[in-house]
């Protein structure tokens, strides 16, 4: 069964410290991986988006691994600051021509002064 | 700003009613999907169309419904609301089928009362 499943469900830390958020995967033919940023109430923002090939991927203060082998990603966030409060979604694509995405549930994340 | 519209920002009405919901999707996107996230939960797909077509379905009740109209806008008509019908409604749109780059629309917040 094609599943996405994002760990922790929530996590708080303080301004100026570093985190990183997991998700794994079980989905196939694996297309490709993308996070996403969504403020309460907002639209979610692409971070990232990593192919089969790649295993990292850096915007600015947010970096995103990829182990195809492992099915496993995170997302590393350097120096957080209080805007970076938000959920992060983790999302899956399959390899079949059309659109069939998967996604998780996502990480909330409270950044305190 | 991603470039997708979504109108109204916010939405009160009653029971048993019914609303539509519209989105414009960025200039050159052929693709609009539709997706429904309740509170404190996860984002829904609801379906896809492409270039005026239905191309993909999720989650969707057969009381809601949505077209794509030759200028590529979307609407989506929700109907016999129910107080669980209560959500964000996001419009994403993407060049392609695939669904790789979706840019997200800001939301249309739906009350049922």
């Known amino acids: 069964k094609n599943q996405v499943e994002q760990s922790p469900q929530s996590l708080i830390i303080l301004e100026g410290k570093n985190c990183t958020l997991q998700c794994n995967y079980t989905v196939s033919p694996f297309s490709n991986l993308r996070w996403y940023k969504q403020d309460t109430g907002r639209g979610p923002v692409s971070l990232t988006i990593m192919t089969f090939s790649e295993n990292t991927k850096s915007n600015g203060r947010y970096t995103a691994t990829l182990d195809a082998d492992t099915k496993q990603s995170s997302l590393h966030i350097t120096a957080s600051q209080l805007s970076d409060s938000a959920s992060y979604i983790c999302v899956v694509s399959l390899n079949t021509g059309g659109f069939k995405t998967i996604f998780g549930a996502g990480t909330r994340l409270f950044v305190k002064a | 700003d991603s470039g997708v519209t979504q109108t109204p920002k916010h939405l009160i009405t009653a029971t048993g009613q019914r609303v539509t919901l519209r989105c414009s999707p960025r200039?050159?996107?052929?693709?609009v999907y539709w997706y429904q996230q309740s509170l404190d939960q996860g984002l829904q797909f609801l379906i896809q169309y492409y270039n005026g077509e239905e191309r993909a379905k999720g989650n969707i009740l057969e009381r809601f419904s949505a077209q794509q109209f030759p200028d590529l806008h979307s609407e989506l008509n929700l109907s016999s609301l129910e107080l669980g019908d209560s959500a964000l409604y996001f419009c994403?749109?993407?060049?392609?089928?695939?669904?790789?780059?979706?840019?997200f629309g800001p939301g249309t917040r739906l009350t049922v009362l």
């Open positions: 200039s050159g996107d052929l693709s």
């Open positions: 994403a749109s993407s060049v392609g089928t695939s669904g790789t780059s979706q840019f």
